[in-house]
C-alpha cells in the first residue's frame, strides 16, 4: 500500500500468478485496489457517515483525504505524508479535524473530538474492507495454501497488517526479507519495487 493505491500480488512456487497486466485488468481482478494510506479521496470510498445516530451523505469534493483520517487515529508513519493537504493548510490533528468535518457538512466545533475519531474509523474501516475484498478475489482465482502469508510493503503496511488478520494469514514484513538493519529495512519496504530491482541486480 502505497500514498494512492495498493496492489495485491499473488506468488506461488517463485513465480507471480497475477491475472491483470494493464490496470483495467487489474482492477476487474482486484490485484489494484485505488485506496492509499495518504491521497486516497474520501467519497471514492463511501457516500455516507455516521454521525449524530443517522447517516449522513459525504460531500463530493475533495476536503480531505485519508492522511487526515490517519492523521486522526494516530495511524500515519512520521514522514509518511508528503502531499499538499486538500485545503492547503496545516497538517496537524486539529487540521485534519477540521477537514474531516467539512466533508459532512459541518465545522469540528459541531462535535466532540470523540465523534470525529469515530468519523475517521468509520473511513478507515472502508478502507480495510475495500483491500481485503481486493485480497479475497485475488485468493479465489490463485489458490494459495492457507500457510501462504500476506508479504507487506509500502506506507500502509499497518493497513497491511490489518488485512492478514482478517485473512487469518500469517503476515510477514518485505524489511524482513532483505537482511539489512531495521532502519534501512524500514526504508527499503517503503519502495520495495525499487528495493527488490537493486536485491535481484546485487545477485548477478
Same mark, same amino acid.
Given at each position: 500500500?502505497?500514498?494512492?493505491?495498493?496492489?495485491?500480488?499473488?506468488?506461488?512456487?517463485?513465480?507471480?500468478?497475477?491475472?491483470?497486466?494493464?490496470?483495467?485488468?487489474?482492477?476487474?481482478?482486484?490485484?489494484?485496489?485505488?485506496?492509499?494510506?495518504?491521497?486516497?479521496?474520501?467519497?471514492?470510498?463511501?457516500?455516507?457517515?455516521?454521525?449524530?445516530?443517522?447517516?449522513?451523505?459525504?460531500?463530493?469534493?475533495?476536503?480531505?483525504?485519508?492522511?487526515?483520517? !490517519?492523521?486522526?487515529?494516530?495511524?500515519?508513519?512520521?514522514?509518511?505524508?508528503?502531499?499538499?493537504?486538500?485545503?492547503?493548510?496545516?497538517?496537524?490533528?486539529?487540521?485534519?479535524?477540521?477537514?474531516?468535518?467539512?466533508?459532512?457538512?459541518?465545522?469540528?466545533?459541531?462535535?466532540?473530538?470523540?465523534?470525529?475519531?469515530?468519523?475517521?474509523?468509520?473511513?478507515?474501516?472502508?478502507?480495510?474492507?475495500?483491500?481485503?475484498?481486493?485480497?479475497?478475489?485475488?485468493?479465489? !482465482?490463485?489458490?494459495?495454501?492457507?500457510?501462504?502469508?500476506?508479504?507487506?510493503?509500502?506506507?500502509?503496511?499497518?493497513?497491511?497488517?490489518?488485512?492478514?488478520?482478517?485473512?487469518?494469514?500469517?503476515?510477514?514484513?518485505?524489511?524482513?526479507?532483505?537482511?539489512?538493519?531495521?532502519?534501512?529495512?524500514?526504508?527499503?519496504?517503503?519502495?520495495?519495487?525499487?528495493?527488490?530491482?537493486?536485491?535481484?541486480?546485487?545477485?548477478?
Amino acid at each position: 500500500m502505497g500514498s494512492t493505491t495498493t496492489d495485491i500480488v499473488p506468488v506461488a512456487g517463485s513465480m507471480l500468478r497475477s491475472r491483470g497486466y494493464t490496470d483495467a485488468e487489474r482492477l476487474a481482478a482486484g490485484e489494484l485496489v485505488y485506496t492509499g494510506l495518504v491521497r486516497g479521496f474520501l467519497m471514492a470510498a463511501v457516500d455516507r457517515a455516521p454521525l449524530g445516530g443517522q447517516w449522513t451523505t459525504l460531500i463530493n469534493e475533495n476536503f480531505a483525504n485519508m492522511a487526515d483520517v !490517519h492523521r486522526l487515529l494516530d495511524s500515519l508513519p512520521d514522514d509518511a505524508d508528503k502531499m499538499t493537504t486538500a485545503d492547503g493548510r496545516d497538517k496537524t490533528v486539529a487540521a485534519s479535524r477540521a477537514r474531516l468535518a467539512r466533508m459532512v457538512g459541518r465545522n469540528a466545533d459541531e462535535g466532540e473530538d470523540a465523534e470525529w475519531l469515530d468519523v475517521a474509523r468509520w473511513f478507515a474501516e472502508a478502507q480495510i474492507r475495500a483491500v481485503t475484498d481486493g485480497a479475497m478475489l485475488v485468493l479465489s !482465482h490463485a489458490m494459495l495454501p492457507p500457510s501462504a502469508p500476506v508479504v507487506g510493503a509500502g506506507i500502509g503496511i499497518g493497513v497491511i497488517t490489518e488485512v492478514a488478520r482478517r485473512l487469518s494469514r500469517p503476515y510477514v514484513g518485505f524489511d524482513t526479507l532483505l537482511g539489512v538493519s531495521p532502519r534501512v529495512g524500514r526504508l527499503a519496504a517503503q519502495c520495495a519495487p525499487a528495493a527488490a530491482l537493486a536485491a535481484l541486480a546485487s545477485r548477478e
